[in-house]
């Protein structure tokens, strides 16, 4: 497969699971911000305009709810925003249009036109439901007609890498407004986990409970362990290679060691410095990404432009 066609297939994925994500958290937390009075709302939005790596708007004294719908949902410009990861995916398929489906091309390239360019206060969950839903179509579409070959592949890797971003990122949001923050009941509902929390738990969300099965299930596909070992899994089907000592694939060296770091270390300790974690899994993604553009996908060094000698 050309390197071309693999690194778009790689961020259609994970654009298309980036406003996904997006979108769950930006609905808890706005909500929140509806209901609940008390909240300091300069606070909770600075809180979560960093999590989302995204800077508050420049020249503002006080961050509202307005302002940040406006920078992560509607700005085109801003990498952590919906409409940016819409308009990436769209482009990127179209960069790959000779591999990519009709239907799936379709549905981005749709999904892109109907984005709106300004969201009131009110209109905002059935946006960001129609954003989920747009992006389960989109996953289901690939899923359902797409064979499990290297394009595959590489999307389901893509995909696997930002789901397990943005999980870190909900958990991270949660430990930032403990005392008056969503609940855990919320936190599972927004990651579709609520049902299958409780029948593996049989009881209410408690936090260890909630965190652990967000973190460390291995049967629910937004645990961070769960979209880890997919990552895995992906990377050792576009490249079998069996070392003999250790590990010369970047990739699966950075995404073995936080999985283990996880898996074997106390919940309790995990609960205790939530934000700690959740930022070093981030980072970890990050480093997963940037091994995976060096190992598949060369940058070509960019032209440029000498002046004339006279």
Request: proline share 4%; aromatic share 8%; charged share 25%.
């Amino acid at each position: 497969m050309l390197s071309r066609i693999a690194e778009s297939l790689f961020w259609i994925g994970r654009y298309i699971e980036r406003s996904d994500g997006t979108a769950r958290i930006l609905d808890v937390h706005l909500q929140l911000l509806l209901e609940d009075p008390w909240i300091d709302e300069d606070t909770a939005c600075r809180s979560l305009l960093n999590v989302m790596g995204s800077a508050p708007p420049a020249g503002v004294q006080k961050v509202n709810r307005n302002d940040v719908l406006q920078r992560l949902a509607v700005d085109a410009g801003n990498p952590a925003s919906i409409a940016y990861a819409l308009t990436a995916s769209r482009e990127n398929a179209r960069r790959a249009r000779e591999i990519v489906s009709t239907d799936l091309w379709e549905t981005l390239n749709t999904t892109n036109a109907r984005m709106p360019r300004r969201l009131q206060i009110d209109q905002v969950h059935d946006f960001f439901k129609w954003v989920r839903e747009r992006s389960a179509l989109s996953v289901g579409l690939v899923d359902a007609s797409t064979s499990r070959d290297e394009s595959w592949q590489f999307f389901t890797l893509g995909r696997a890498i930002e789901r397990t971003d943005m999980t870190a990122r909900m958990l991270s949001t949660r430990s930032l407004t403990e005392v008056s923050g969503p609940s855990w009941t919320t936190i599972l509902r927004s990651c579709g986990a609520y049902e299958a929390y409780l029948r593996t738990y049989r009881g209410i969300p408690s936090a260890r409970n909630a965190a652990e099965f967000l973190l460390l299930d291995r049967l629910f596909p937004r645990s961070i362990i769960y979209s880890i070992q997919q990552a895995e899994q992906c990377m050792h089907a576009i490249d079998p290679r069996n070392d003999r000592v250790g590990h010369s694939n970047t990739v699966l060296r950075a995404l073995g060691q936080i999985r283990n770091e996880l898996e074997y270390r106390p919940i309790s300790e995990i609960l205790d410095e939530v934000p700690h974690h959740m930022q070093r899994v981030q980072t970890v993604t990050r480093e997963a990404s940037e091994a995976v553009r060096d190992r598949f996908f060369p940058t070509q060094a960019q032209p440029s432009w000498i002046g004339e000698i006279s």
